[in-house]
């Protein structure tokens, strides 16, 4: 099967990053409803799905991106207000209430644009630092299969991030290795990309170290496969791309 029979819907996501002295940074991560369709009850980083209104933003303003990248860095923008009532990727006189207020816009069905142009705000992209692309195959067989772009930044000072009580119900700051534990614990799930995700941040120290880090490997599509290793199938991803865990067997694999 080739990949362009092979597609995923496109989406975005951002890994929210908050320093801590002398400790691994927290990072926002929120559970997903048990109604939703895709990952339902995981553990996971605010995004979602490239939509038209991002696609038509993406066209208007003039950029050095490709289009595709531009529209998939307002989406996931655009879902972290709506999902967390962060402002990531905001430049201008950006407020808790100035938020809180294009949240409300969004979720009211109003296109971003048309949310920050009056209030003289501008969309920051150069705030997102691309960390990595997944694109599984639908071989697969996951519920769905999504094209997601993953984003680092920094978290906003002077806000608060609180649930939308529809796509996500409760929302919470940890480091990588806290939520890798906390879900071995049982205390929530994250699917197989998640997981690998968490385990390449829970590397780093700082924000500033994870975005060195992160510029330092070009993002290349993360295509996991199938493979027999030590006699028992396993599921298995690149070992170029700064991943310390590259694979991990199917009866622990938990997927979307």
Known sequence: MSEENDAGRPAATIVIVRDRPGAAPDLLMMERAATMAFAAGALVFPGGGVDDSDRALAASMSSDLASDEVAARIAAIRETIEESGLGVGLAGSVDAATVSAIRAGL??????????????????????????????????????????????????????????????????????????????????????????????????????????????????????????????????????????????????????
């Open 107 to 256: 979720l009211g069905g109003a296109p971003l644009g048309d949310l920050l142009a009056p209030r003289g705000i501008a969309l920051a992209l150069d705030a997102l630092v691309p960390f990595a692309r997944w694109h599984p195959s639908t071989r697969e067989k996951a519920i769905r299969v999504y094209d997601t772009r993953f984003y680092l930044a920094r978290a906003p000072l002077g806000q608060e991030a609180s649930v939308d009580a529809t796509e996500n119900v409760r929302l919470f700051w940890s480091s990588a290795a806290a939520t890798i534990a906390r879900a071995d614990g049982g205390d929530g799930h994250v699917i197989f990309p998640t997981r690998r995700n968490l385990e390449r941040l829970a590397q780093y120290d700082s924000f500033d170290a994870l975005a060195a880090h992160a510029r330092s490997i070009p993002v290349e599509k993360v295509r996991p496969w199938f493979e027999e290793r030590d006699g028992e199938p396993h599921l298995c991803i690149p070992a170029h791309l700064g991943y310390p865990v590259t694979s991990e067997p199917m009866r622990q694999v938990r997927r979307g």
